[in-house]
């Protein structure tokens, strides 16, 4: 059965504001069943009143009639995008849409898993009056909310709500999937990490809309043609962020054309420890060569001939949009577990790529340069990674049974210790304990210059905890300790290494130093705005713990810190 | 010798100080002034007994010596600062009068008529503690004691009454905040006062406050009891994952209602008093940010006394960079400092913390603790216990 939704393109003002149609359609088919709500097996919207509590009526399925195969959901106007069934439905159709995005075999070739034990991602539309919208692994949800636009405060009906803004609900899904890949990100305390779940949302955003045929054809109408300049892809959240400072000259919440990086003194360098600027660094970054890929499909189409360029870049902006989306997803499930920094992911994109597209160095090379620019990496040597080699005792495992068993996968870690970077023990010291995580069988769609290739593979990823020292003053402990680990990607066919990338910085003492650093500075700011908060100082007068709180433990000496990522989302908003 | 005195009664969870200055007037005469700083505590539980009233009340009495007060600080609109002299004049039949009062500047009544930023912060915090009320009401085994004391401590009926009483203690009435001006303000001649907070505009102590959806509806008209809505999870959404999500909703009426005790807190009034080469800092319950706010126009400089702020929270004790300036680990003049805190603990949790105190505070100065004997959980009774009413003298002679 096929179910066709209406979405929207943009969000409501904006699209009043460019003349652009405010919806338009998408199918979904790979769903177990629909309810009313609209409720499925994976995503739920839960449409609650927010001033009795109530839950709202759900909006009606409509099974396809006999002999069709067709059906829909009961929106009676699907012009009024501020009705309550065209709301329901248009978060449910923009998180399941991120989601196939995310899913599809040119990209991770897999079925998305939740960072909580629970199958159903529940979405709020209308969780209340805020200025914020958020993903919240402990309650499984997206919680989009609404306000009254500053610029006409006194009429209550120009509500501004960000379950209609795409980029909005397309950034808080993409926090809830990449929870779900890296979810030691939720409890990291380096504001790389950190940034880099932001980041990574706001080209969620980006992606989706490229995903729009509307609005690449209007888009590039209007800029004849080119991305280079701030277009309605490179603002997030336009319509929000308006109104909430109107007197912006473009007006977004973020602008992923930027020349933000980290070089101390330059004009647009960034504070190293707040994680929201900080992303700008890295989206800046990656918007940039995909701006790249652009220019250069557009060459490729055009054949060399400059007044063919305007009609082949709708073509070259979807199949780089494609490119690109493979390019930066991908690397997500070669990320290495716990504390990563900007060059580990950076490390991911290089290894992914590589292996995939060993003869094709152009974005590559275009991602080094542009990590290097930004001060995001020293030198392109730093971004250098081997893949595709051989390593002897993967020719005898059984990956099947590596995947299925525990008990294999522990055992394979632990005969391969110095392999995976895990720490050996020594006379006095015992091993270093560790953690294997699920392994993931995936099969991925590979473009090569011969067509379509499949391939399938084995990703591996263990990790473990080092100590560092934690320097907050005398009211907080002295250690603390950073999660590490390793990501081996194996070719299934060949048991070759595609990839071996580890945040264990040890052998990159530069880096650690940075990251330490970073991690230091950022828990001190957080310390000292009240945010971080040590034992029962999270609690509150009701006894259970406090919502806009860090919450650290320390035992033995060692402060732990867990769900700063949420913090992120809850208390800095979007 | 000429003596300052500083008289730290014990009211249990509240504030009470007195301040006695032989101030030298013009001629050169030695005057004998006192200031009397707040008199309130909790209401609410062992922390709030009223009994401990009558002893301070009279003693006050008896060291004014039938002359009013010099000068009166009520330093911020809490009951555990503001309570203890209306309950003293109606219910004991004690007045205290005064010839200068202080009280802190949003406490004037046409205040928030001249600070629309401040309304519009006092306006939410308002409607979020009337929502918070009407929750607690449709769900009253939700309170717990803290929640009875934090509700009870920023009732804004029950304040106003007691600030009401405050504002017509003195002669002459100030409202005071950093910067402005005390000229005529005070009957003293040698003692020098700086205000280093409260800012004029109190609307920078107010934080964002979180989003809550407590699900109660009430009919004012009728005025029956609110009743909480229990919402039904729908067809194909795990009821566990679904009330988890509604129930998560609700809880950020806990941080809101600390947010708003918060921002009254940090509307304290903190003074310094300057007496031959002492100074001695009064800080009221300021907390976190009025700390900051304190640093940013650098007004904290070394001091030889500090009434630690808001009971010895772990937010009301700047952290060691701040405390540096005021109460550097070296003494730059060689002179004791001391340091004061009142308490009841179990009153509201985490407070004090004496683990920060003895990180941050202990190494710095003679640190003295109020509070009364046989009270379970505190660490360190070696740094003094006072009966009931009693009182702490802090001497700095001349």
Known sequence: MKVRVPLMIQDPLMAKYKEIEPTEGFDIVEEDFFLDGPVTRRVAVLDFDSETGDLLPGVHFLPPPPGRKLGKYDIKDDTDVRSQDFIQVNVFATALKTMYMFEKED????????????????????????????????????????????????????????????????????????????????????????????????????????????????????????????????????????????????????????KKNLIPGDPHCVTRNEPHELSEVLSGTLYTVMVKIHEKLKEKYAGGDPNKK???????????????????????????????????????????????????????????????????????????????????????????????????????????????????????????????????????LYYHRDGKHKVRECLFKVSWDQVELNQMGPRYPDQRPITVGTTLAIDWDTKKVRALLTSDHSKRPEELHEQQKDRDQMLCRLADEGVLRLGNHVFGPDNKPLRSVISAESTHGLMRVHGAARMLHITRGL | MDTLRVRVYNVRFGDAILVSVPDRNASGEIENRHILIDVGNILIGEGGANAVFRPVIENILEVLNDHPLDLYVMTHEHLDHVQGLLYASEELGFEIKARYAWLTASAAEEYYEKHPEAKKCLDEARKIYGAIECFLKAVPESQTPWIQ?????????????????????????????????????????????????????????????????????????????????????????????????????????????????????????????????????????????????????????????????????????????????????TSPDNRPRSAVVCFYPGSYRNVPDEEVLEKELFPRCNVRYVVSPGCDDVKHVEKGTIPDGGHQDFEFQA
């Open chain 2, 149 to 329: 004391t934090m509700m009870l401590n920023n009732d804004p009926q029950s304040t106003n009454d007691c600030v009401k009483h405050l504002r017509n203690i003195a002669d002459k009435t100030t409202y005071v905040y950093r910067g402005c001006n005390l000229t005529d303000c005070h009957p003293f001649y040698e003692t020098r006062f700086k205000i280093w907070a409260p800012e004029e505009d109190t609307s920078v102590y107010y934080g964002r406050f979180q989003p809550m959806t407590l699900g109660v509806t009430s009919d004012q008209q009728s005025r029956s009891k609110p009743i909480l809505t229990v919402p039904k999870p729908p067809p194909g959404v795990d009821a566990g994952d679904f009330y988890n999500l509604v129930t998560m909703r609700r809880q950020g009426y806990s941080d809101n209602l600390l947010a708003i005790d918060r921002a009254a807190n940090n509307t304290s009034v903190v003074f310094s008093l300057e007496w031959r080469g002492w100074k001695l800092l009064f800080a009221g319950d300021a907390e976190r940010r009025s700390w900051k706010v304190m640093n940013k126009y650098d007004m904290l400089k070394p001091v030889h006394f500090l009434k630690v702020s808001h009971h010895g929270s772990q937010t009301g004790m700047p952290d060691s960079g701040l405390l540096e300036k005021f109460l550097p680990e």
């Open chain 1, 107 to 258: 990209t991770l070739g897999r079925t998305l898993s939740w960072a909580f034990d629970s199958p159903q991602l529940l979405i709020v539309p209308r969780a209340g009056q805020w200025i914020n919208a958020y993903y919240e692994r402990d309650s499984h949800s997206l919680q989009l909310f609404y306000f009254n636009d500053p610029r006409y405060p006194d009429d209550p009906d120009r509500k501004i709500f960000t379950c209609l803004s795409r980029d909005i609900i397309a950034h808080e899904t993409g926090h809830a999937i990449l929870d779900g890949i890296a979810p030691d990100l939720y409890d990291a305390i380096t504001p790389q990490s950190l940034a880099l779940h932001e980041a990574i949302a706001d080209l969620t955003a980006l992606l989706m809309a490229f995903q729009s045929h509307t609005l690449r054809r209007v888009v590039l109408g209007h800029t004849n043609g080119s991305i280079k300049n701030s277009t309605a892809f490179s603002l997030v959240a336009e319509e929000f962020g308006k109104a909430c400072d109107p007197d912006t000259i473009v007006g977004s919440l973020r602008n992923l054309k930027n």
């Open chain 1, 310 to 444: 305007f009609s082949v870049s709708g073509k070259a902006l979807a199949v780089g949009a494609n490119r690109f989306k493979c390019i930066i997803f991908r690397a997500l499930d070669y990320l290495p577990p716990g504390e990563v920094s900007f060059a580990d992911y950076g490390r991911a994109i290089i290894a992914a790529d590589q292996a995939s597209y060993p003869d094709d160095e152009q974005e590559r090379k275009w991602i080094q340069e542009e990590f290097v620019k930004r001060n995001m990496v020293l030198n392109k040597e730093a971004l250098e990674v081997k893949t595709n080699f051989e390593y002897l005792p993967l020719t005898t495992v059984d990956l099947q049974m590596l995947v299925n068993s525990d008990w294999a996968a522990y055992e394979f870690a632990n005969k391969n210790r110095e392999f995976l970077c895990i720490p050996q023990g020594s006379e006095d010291q015992p091993d270093v304990p560790f953690k294997v995580r699920p392994r993931l069988d995936v099969t991925k």
